[in-house]
């Protein structure tokens, strides 16, 4: 079954408007609305006969996503949407605005990024990885996504940006496309890599424009130092020390930080590119100043080969709200204090604003607010054995349709 019309390429598109008994050039006017013109409804396409795009609507009848929420916070600078996947399912994208330099919104927004338009997308429905404090970890895994699915998600934003955005400061078209809504991308790696591709060259983002963000899948961060698409990785560390990170990173376990320091490591030798280091501040739990510390040691010495300038980028994020899992984000003093620990180890650091507190913007929350929870991961998932070398938890095909609903793997 096609998903999404973004799961045909070239020929394809090519050997159905030939079945249609259309002219080739019809397939690239398809093409050219469905990727530069990232226009996903046929009915808009109007270019193309009527008879064309009703064969087409008839055939691929429940493929695409369809709009299920819209909710926007932030005034206007930040869009949350849920997308029904064809089969039932739901996965977020994300919209975040950015004014441009000069335009002073709000203090909390200062020296983050300026005149950018950033949507952040999902790459499955759920995540296997059952980080403890994460909504979309807390839900389990359902599905990953196709290629298709990545990539509609950014055209139906795109196409949305104009009427929403917030005012005319903001930018008018999508800048960034970030892999940080639900799942772990690089557990959907075929997908994840496939979408990037079509993004930058069907789409014409440039790679320096997309992150993909990995929790730390060892091997996979490996196979990304070989891609030749120059997309910016981002680690989520959230710890310094393995005793921590076990606690709220599950997947530690299998790749221990030092493990995963030595992978980045490789892979910026590889690629000679900096990486961004991700850490969700929780009060009480990773806010302290010995974290702080930690995370300036493990991080200070990855050097860009040649240039010799940091290799390493750290991005705080004051963690978002998520009822039930009994985190919450430090004071305002507390992340400023973190910040500049950090940054008095020698390493380039951020405060992320925290965008859409209000209407559920992290990762998972709306789908959590929308109920239909996925199923949780089975204990011991992520074991390596003949269909699963790497070790990685929970591939596809793992669990058979009849698997009852177990615990998510424990958090400690
Ligand atoms: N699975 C990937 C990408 C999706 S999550 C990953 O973990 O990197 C994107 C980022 O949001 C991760 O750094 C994740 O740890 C963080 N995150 C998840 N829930 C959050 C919350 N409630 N508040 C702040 N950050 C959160
Ligand atoms: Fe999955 Fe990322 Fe959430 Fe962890 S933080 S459960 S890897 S989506």
Redo the contacts with the bound molecule.
């Keep these: 079954m096609t998903r999404s019309l973004y799961d045909l390429d070239a020929r394809q598109l090519e050997l159905l408007v030939a079945e249609a008994g259309e002219p080739p050039y019809r397939a690239r006017q398809l093409a050219h609305w469905l990727d530069r013109r990232r226009q996903p409804d046929l009915r808009a396409m109007t270019n193309l006969p009527r008879s064309l795009r009703a064969r087409l609507s008839e055939r691929f009848a429940g493929a695409g996503l369809t709009l299920d929420r819209h909710q926007a916070g932030d005034d206007g600078w930040t869009h949350k949407f849920l997308f029904r996947l064809p089969g039932g399912d739901a996965v977020e994208s994300v919209l975040l605005c950015y004014p441009p330099a000069g335009f002073s919104r709000d203090d909390d927004w200062e020296g983050g990024p300026r005149g950018r338009a950033t949507v952040c997308i999902s790459s499955q429905a759920g995540?296997a990885?059952g980080?403890t404090?994460?909504?979309t970890g807390q839900f389990g895994f359902t599905r990953h996504l196709s290629v298709g699915e990545i990539v509609e998600q950014v055209a139906r934003v795109s196409t949305m940006l104009p009427e929403l955005r917030p005012g005319p400061g903001a930018p008018d078209h999508l800048t960034n496309v970030v892999?940080?809504?639900m799942?772990?991308?690089l557990a959907n790696q075929e997908a994840t890599w496939g979408a990037a591709y079509r993004l930058h060259q069907g789409f014409g983002l440039s790679a320096r424009a997309i992150t993909i963000?990995?929790?730390g899948l060892v091997p996979r961060i490996r196979r990304a130092a070989a891609e030749p698409l120059p997309v910016n990785l981002?680690v989520?560390i959230?710890a310094a020390t393995d005793e921590l990170r076990d606690r709220l990173v599950p997947v530690n376990r299998t790749w221990p930080i030092a493990v995963l320091l030595a992978a980045v490591e490789e892979y910026v030798a590889a690629t000679r590119r900096r990486v961004s280091f991700?850490y969700?501040l929780m009060a009480g739990v990773n806010d302290d100043l010995e974290q702080a510390r930690g995370l300036g040691r493990l991080l200070a010495p990855l050097r860009v080969p040649g240039s010799g300038g940091h290799a390493a980028h750290v991005n705080l994020?004051p963690?978002?709200p998520?009822p039930g899992t009994g985190f919450a984000p430090p004071s305002k003093g507390a992340v400023r204090r973190f910040r500049d620990a950090v940054a008095a180890a020698g390493v380039p650091v951020s405060v992320r604003a925290n965008r859409g507190v209000g209407i559920d913007a992290?990762?998972g929350q709306l789908r959590t607010a929308a109920g239909r929870p996925g199923r949780k991961v089975p204990e011991g998932s992520g074991r390596r054995g003949p269909g699963n070398p790497e070790g990685v938890p929970r591939l596809v095909g793992e669990l058979s349709q009849g698997d009852a609903p177990v615990d998510r793997v424990a958090a400690s």
């Design positions: 995540c990885m980080c404090f994460c909504a892999f940080m809504g799942g772990e991308p963000s990995t929790v981002a989520s959230h991700e969700a994020i963690y978002n998520t992290a990762c």
